[in-house]
């Protein structure tokens, strides 16, 4: 998340090490739906009735992200994580080495193979996040770093925006006071 250390030198190593079992993965869904930032739900199905496409773009596993992302609103087809596998029995068999995500810039590759209409803000609080809008070419037309919950300094340096909360990423698009 701060950029100290390659995500690629790492990812293999903490998740031979963790062998997350399903039902540890499915109760890490229930915690990322527990700790939803308020707002978020509301927020994100003001922006889609305004006509802008939400996709959410992670290194976290797929299958804890995605009831996290249907109780924020956002479609399963937005969603692109790396995918965990396990045997019959729920225990960890290993995960999807072959995605993007694994590896720092893997976000921009992620993003520049959906082809999303321009321009593009990437909303995030972690290194690889901001790398959307630092690689070159850049995969997105600006970076907002969400200091809501954590604030890292090189992430907030290299950002356009700087946001708190839910309610301030739809004034920032929105342009207007919708609190």
């Not at 922006?47 to 802008?52: D, I």
Request: hydrophobic share 45%; charged share 20%; aromatic share 6%.
């Amino acid at each position: 998340m701060r950029g100290e250390v390659a995500l690629a030198d790492v990812y293999a190593e903490r998740m031979a090490a963790v062998r997350p079992t399903r039902a540890e993965v499915v109760e890490l869904g229930r915690e990322y739906i527990a700790k939803t930032e308020s707002g978020a739900q509301a927020a994100l199905t003001t922006l889609e009735n305004a006509g802008l496409r939400i996709v959410l773009v992670s290194a976290g596993l797929r299958e804890a992200i995605l009831p996290l992302a249907k109780s924020v609103g956002v479609s399963e087809s937005n969603v692109h994580a790396v995918s965990v596998y396990f045997t019959d029995r729920g225990e960890y068999a290993g995960f999807d080495m072959a995605s993007p995500l694994t590896q720092n810039g893997g976000k921009a590759i992620v993003v520049r193979n959906l082809n999303l209409p321009r321009p593009i803000l990437a909303v995030g609080d972690g290194v690889t996040d901001a790398e959307m809008k630092t690689v070159d070419p850049p995969a997105v037309d600006a970076f907002a770093a969400y200091t809501g919950v954590v604030e890292r300094a090189p992430v907030v340096s290299v950002a356009d925006y700087t946001i708190k909360s839910f309610e301030e990423l739809l004034a920032l698009i929105l342009g207007a006071d919708v609190g």
